[in-house]
């Protein structure tokens, strides 16, 4: 079998199971041979319930980092953007995707900008509007409902939501990304909460939900994007993907309730790894 070689674009939060601390081990769990590109070194996440946490900025080791690879020739088969810590490494994200990325590799965006209305620590309007304009260069994009407001300069409108308005904000995000979109945080009612998903020119937008759990879990939207780009490197269909990962993210919420962990610092989602290494060799 294949093993893709994949590049993850995002922070390491030292103290919480979020971004890169997630990313790598599901996606090697998918079979993907992982490489890192680390955007800053933070002592926690920058949401919600953490004040005073350290951050360093990695954007001059980041330039060293891309010229030594140009030297020696590295390609991509698949790269995985998640947060970035300003404008300047918006470019040269955009530059990786050049010069990095095969021909016919898949770069897929998670545009780490917010959560529940809110714009997260240390970004602006500018910062927005340069992630809007990288949109238009990967191949997928997976906003949450607040960064699709962001994204899209609407007010943002918390769920439950109808199936015209979340068709509305599909289609105007397939504007920003000609190939494919996956909106997160879909929810039509108090008992399911899921995706859609939707490749650009088709009029069909396919829905995947799982029960709803009431709160907040840090590390889900890292934990969700992790697992459809394993399974998109893998040459899984995106309802394949998205379908698998909304399953997963359920049933890691579950369990961090169940354990009562402190989802402050990230959820519970080592002991369902093996449920990704099973779906990853299905239908092979």
Same mark, same amino acid.
């Given at each position: 079998?294949?093993?893709?070689?994949?590049?993850?674009?995002?922070?390491?939060?030292?103290?919480?199971?979020?971004s890169?601390?997630?990313?790598?081990?599901?996606?090697?769990?998918l079979?993907?041979?992982?490489?890192?590109l680390?955007?800053?070194?933070?002592?926690?996440?920058?949401?919600?319930?953490?004040?005073?946490?350290t951050?360093?900025?990695?954007?001059?080791?980041?330039?060293?980092?891309?010229?030594?690879?140009?030297?020696?020739?590295?390609?991509?088969d698949?790269?995985?953007?998640g947060?970035?810590?300003?404008?300047?490494?918006?470019?040269?994200?955009?530059?990786?995707? @050049?010069?990095?990325l095969?021909?016919?590799?898949i770069?897929? &965006?998670d545009?780490?900008?917010?959560?529940?209305?809110?714009?997260?620590?240390?970004?602006?309007?500018?910062?927005?509007?340069?992630? @809007?304009e990288l949109?238009?260069a990967?191949?997928?994009?997976?906003?949450?409902?607040?960064?699709?407001?962001l994204?899209?300069?609407?007010?943002?409108?918390?769920?439950?939501?109808?199936?015209?308005?979340?068709?509305?904000i599909?289609?105007?995000?397939?504007?920003?990304?000609?190939?494919?979109?996956?909106l997160?945080?879909?929810?039509?009612?108090?008992?399911?909460?899921?995706?859609?998903?939707?490749?650009?020119?088709?009029?069909?937008?396919?829905y995947c939900?799982?029960?709803w759990?009431?709160?907040?879990?840090?590390?889900?939207?890292d934990?969700?994007?992790?697992?459809?780009?394993?399974?998109?490197?893998q040459?899984?269909?995106?309802?394949?993907?998205?379908?698998?990962?909304v399953?997963?993210?359920?049933?890691?919420?579950?369990r961090?309730?169940?354990?009562?962990?402190?989802?402050?610092f990230?959820?519970?989602?080592?002991?369902? &790894?093996?449920?990704?290494?099973?779906?990853?060799?299905?239908?092979?």
């Amino acid at each position: 079998m294949h093993q893709p070689r994949v590049l993850v674009i995002q922070d390491i939060s030292a103290s919480c199971r979020i971004s890169a601390n997630v990313a790598v081990p599901v996606l090697s769990c998918l079979n993907n041979a992982v490489n890192i590109l680390p955007t800053a070194l933070l002592s926690t996440h920058t949401g919600i319930g953490f004040s005073d946490f350290t951050y360093l900025d990695l954007t001059n080791e980041i330039k060293k980092i891309l010229n030594h690879w140009q030297s020696l020739g590295i390609k991509y088969d698949g790269v995985l953007i998640g947060y970035l810590g300003s404008t300047e490494q918006i470019a040269l994200v955009k530059r990786i995707i @050049r010069d990095f990325l095969k021909p016919d590799g898949i770069a897929i &965006l998670d545009p780490v900008m917010g959560d529940h209305g809110f714009l997260y620590t240390g970004f602006d309007a500018g910062y927005v509007r340069e992630m @809007r304009e990288l949109c238009s260069a990967v191949s997928v994009i997976i906003p949450n409902m607040t960064e699709a407001s962001l994204l899209l300069d609407r007010p943002y409108k918390s769920g439950p939501y109808t199936k015209e308005y979340v068709e509305e904000i599909i289609k105007e995000l397939a504007a920003l990304n000609s190939r494919t979109t996956i909106l997160t945080g879909v929810r039509f009612n108090d008992e399911e909460l899921g995706a859609a998903s939707h490749y650009a020119g088709s009029p069909d937008i396919n829905y995947c939900f799982d029960k709803w759990h009431q709160g907040h879990f840090d590390g889900t939207g890292d934990l969700f994007s992790s697992t459809v780009g394993g399974l998109l490197f893998q040459k899984k269909t995106l309802e394949e993907a998205t379908t698998i990962a909304v399953a997963y993210v359920n049933r890691v919420i579950q369990r961090t309730i169940n354990s009562e962990s402190d989802p402050l610092f990230g959820v519970q989602f080592e002991t369902d &790894l093996p449920f990704l290494m099973q779906s990853v060799h299905e239908g092979r």
